[in-house]
Nanobody, 123 residues
Framework: QEQLVESGGGLVRPGGSLTLSCTGS????????MGWYRQAPGNKREMVAAITNYGSMTNYADAVKGRFTISRDNSKKLMFLQMNSLEPEDTAVYYC????????????????WGQGTQVTVSS
């Protein structure tokens, strides 16, 4: 089972930037598709961005297109989410996740989750 740990969350002003990192520790990291998800209070968890195992393909939620960028470095077992032009509506707990199957990532049902990191966008 892959262990995933998020870091980089915090408080940022509207219009600011933040980069989240996800560190993996198991042997499946480089062959797993991965994604970033978020959940705000009272809302269900939603996919924010996804990336295939070698990074050849990405997918973004409409709400973050053009502002967020997902990337990964398999040699270091790291995945990133660069978030620019942050808005108060981006406030949520952000989770990284992995799965062998791309469809499971896109459909927000990966089998392996991190513990989450809080992102708060507020002035």
């Amino acid at each position: 089972q892959e262990q995933l740990v998020e870091s980089g969350g915090g408080l940022v002003r509207p219009g600011g930037s933040l980069t989240l990192s996800c560190t993996g520790s198991g042997p499946m990291f480089s062959i797993s598709a991965m994604g970033w998800y978020r959940q705000a209070p009272g809302n269900k968890r939603e996919m924010v961005a996804a990336i295939t195992n070698y990074g050849s393909m990405t997918n973004y939620a409409d709400a973050v297109k053009g502002r967020f960028t997902i990337s990964r470095d398999n040699s270091k077992k790291l995945m990133f989410l660069q978030m620019n032009s942050l808005e108060p509506e981006d406030t949520a707990v952000y989770y990284c996740a992995s799965d062998r199957y791309w469809n499971n990532i896109l459909e927000a049902r990966p089998n392996n989750w991190g513990q989450g990191t809080q992102v708060t966008v507020s002035s």
